[in-house]
């Protein structure tokens, strides 16, 4: 997709000197019409990206250091094409939900058996262990069926069972039920390991989101309304302009990410807002005392809810937490499968 950003190098150098990194040259997507959408840009350079993915496997393999493991994202399974030619074990890791996963191993079915699109079926999508959910309400890029991120989307869920595994970015007490069913055997299903939740480590942000958290705590109990459209806000300018003309006019205490805000906004909001541009610690903000969208009966349990998963989240990444020992039983699976090919002579 390019070459790597500012931020993209700050982690990579902050990494251990044990791991390195390589870059690949830039896929040619010049063919692509500027409205092709990011998922079918991601697929398309991975696999134009395989001819020199096979080049640096060769390297490392001549070099007596071919990885043991190829962990590809949710649309980068074309690899996996590269990874067998090479012995070297195909792996997922998925960023979203069991719930999302789920849908995306049982879509090759769902895509044989319907005739319609997801928006047209008059009955709620059901799945084994997860909430059933509207047609209208399915994953963007499955929305039309007959768009290129639909196929693209399609062609990645079918190889997904040729994975050895799914890293999925969830833990056991957020979706207990979603999770017993994905790791239940079943035809064409890889092992499913929840290694979640990822936690954001303190970096360029961590001033920013302890400034956040000092500034909550100034404020009174309940006074705070929280707005965040996440990284996928798709607000209108006018929407925006609504909705900061609205904030504005109720006096209430605000904290929000948002960025594209009407001119003047921040200066005249400045003595009871707070405006986080980028990433912001949403648990701990929903969590707090401050924010007071919870003061209903209803809104207590809902802060109560997210106190427990915070809680939960804590337990599952300790040391003999389910997420930190499902970690370590792939790394142990991956040991063994390196110790398997030394021993046939395969790296």
Request: overall charge negative; proline content about 8%; aromatic content about 8%.
């Amino acid at each position: 997709m390019g070459p790597p950003s500012k931020s993209q190098r700050t982690v990579l150098n902050s990494l251990p000197s044990s791991i390195s990194s390589v870059f690949l040259p830039p896929a040619d997507l010049t063919d692509l019409p500027p409205t092709t959408r990011i998922e079918t840009r991601i697929s398309l350079t991975v696999s134009r990206s395989n001819p020199e993915l096979r080049r640096v496997f060769d390297s490392f393999s001549a070099e007596g250091r071919l990885p043991t493991v190829l962990c590809v994202d949710l649309f980068g399974t074309d690899a996996f094409d590269v990874a067998v030619e090479f012995h070297v074990s195909p792996y997922i890791f998925f960023p979203s939900t069991a719930n999302v996963l789920s849908f995306f191993l049982h879509l090759p079915k769902l895509d044989e058996t319907m005739s319609c699109e997801f928006s047209e079926l008059t009955e709620p999508v059901q799945l084994p262990g997860c909430v059933p959910f509207a047609g209208k309400d399915a994953p963007d890029p499955a929305r039309d069926r007959k768009h290129d991120v639909y196929k693209c989307l399609l062609h990645n869920a079918k190889r997904y069972k040729e994975a050895e595994g799914i890293l999925v970015n969830t833990f056991l007490e957020l979706e207990p039920n979603a999770i017993k069913a994905l790791q239940e055997p079943g035809l064409d299903k890889p092992p499913v390991y929840p290694i979640g939740p990822l936690v954001k480590q303190e970096s360029g942000n961590g001033i920013e989101e302890s400034e956040c958290l000092k500034w909550l705590d100034k404020q009174p109990l309940g006074s705070v309304l929280y707005v965040s459209f996440g990284s996928g806000g798709v607000l209108t300018l006018e929407q925006l302009n609504e909705l900061a003309l609205g904030l504005e006019d109720s006096k209430q205490r605000e904290a929000d990410p948002l960025t594209f805000l009407p001119h003047g906004f921040l200066e005249r909001t400045k003595d009871r807002g707070f405006m986080i541009p980028s990433w912001a610690p949403q648990a701990q903000i929903l969590a707090h005392p401050s924010t007071g969208g919870f003061l209903s009966e209803e809104g207590k349990g809902v802060r109560n809810k997210m106190k427990e998963m915070k809680e939960g989240a804590s337990r599952v990444l300790s040391n003999d937490g389910s997420s930190t020992k499902a970690l370590s039983l792939v790394a142990l699976k991956w040991k063994d499968h390196q110790k398997g090919l030394e021993q046939n002579g395969k790296h």
